[in-house]
């Protein structure tokens, strides 16, 4: 079964980081992306960062370039997202979620299968 986890949210002031991870198991896939998602309240959620474990390649959502890093390790099967500098609007639960079968990023909400719970990320001004 497959399972994601995310852990590091918490409360920070605007200009703050904070880093999250995802620890995924019961992987027997080969190919597959894991994408970082978020939701605010009242808002939909949306895509933030993506990684193909294939080939490394990444994808970021404009809102987040430049003060976002996700990151992987094949070893620990955990995914990382470094968010720095971050603002108020960054607030909102966070979710991982892992693409099976691809070796592309991308950051389409409805092609990942498996979810993790999420975990709060919550930037005061």
């Known amino acids: 079964e497959v399972q994601l986890v995310e852990s590091g949210g918490g409360l920070v002031q605007a200009g703050g980081s904070l880093r999250l991870s995802c620890a995924a198991s019961?992987?027997?896939?080969?190919?597959?992306?894991i994408g970082w998602f978020r939701q605010a309240p009242g808002k939909e959620r949306e895509g933030v960062a993506c990684?193909?474990?294939?080939?490394?390649?990444?994808y970021y959502a404009d809102s987040v370039k430049g003060r976002f890093t996700i990151s992987s390790d094949n070893a620990k099967n955990t995914v990382y997202l470094q968010m720095n500098n971050l603002k108020p609007e960054d607030t909102a639960a966070y979710y991982c979620?892992?693409?099976?079968?691809?070796?592309?990023?991308?950051?389409?909400?409805?092609?990942?299968?498996?979810w993790g719970q999420g975990t709060q990320v919550t930037v005061s001004s």
């Open positions: 990684i193909s474990n294939s080939y490394g390649t990444t």
């Open positions: 979620a892992a693409q099976v079968g691809t070796h592309i990023a991308t950051i389409i909400e409805q092609l990942y299968q498996y």
């Open positions: 019961g992987f027997t896939f080969d190919d597959y992306a």
